[in-house]
Nanobody, 118 residues
Framework: QVQLVESGGGLVQPGGSLRLSCAASGTIFAINAMGWYRQAPGKQCELVAIASGGSRKYADFVKGRFTISRDNAKNTVYLQMNRLTPEDTAVYYC?????????????WGQGTQVTVSS
């Protein structure tokens, strides 16, 4: 069984920074992609950033503010979030596309709350 455990959410003032972490545990043959999605109250879940191999993809609303990185040795993905605004308030979910013995499989973390407020 693969689990994704997130950490790093919390309350921050506008203009502040947070760093989210997500560690994958379990039997993983390879990491196809890891990334972050978010869901704000009353809104659909949306992609924030995803890292696949050497490529990085960002949503337009976070470009220049957020940075995704991976530590493959630790099966961990990070999201450095700078210049946060109240519009970034949401539950942030870690996502992983991992190669298992039967093929590629998607996994999700439990979510971590990020609240940007003064």
């Amino acid at each position: 069984q693969v689990q994704l455990v997130e950490s790093g959410g919390g309350l921050v003032q506008p203009g502040g920074s947070l760093r989210l972490s997500c560690a994958a545990s379990g039997t993983i043959f390879a990491i196809n992609a890891m990334g972050w999605y978010r869901q704000a109250p009353g809104k659909q879940c949306e992609l924030v950033a995803i890292a696949s191999g050497g490529s990085r993809k960002y949503a337009d609303f976070v470009k220049g503010r957020f940075t995704i990185s991976r530590d493959n040795a630790k099966n961990t993905v990070y999201l450095q979030m700078n210049r946060l605004t109240p519009e970034d308030t949401a539950v942030y979910y870690c996502y992983g596309d991992f190669m298992r013995s039967w093929g590629p499989t998607d996994y999700w973390g439990q979510g971590t709350q990020v609240t940007v407020s003064s």
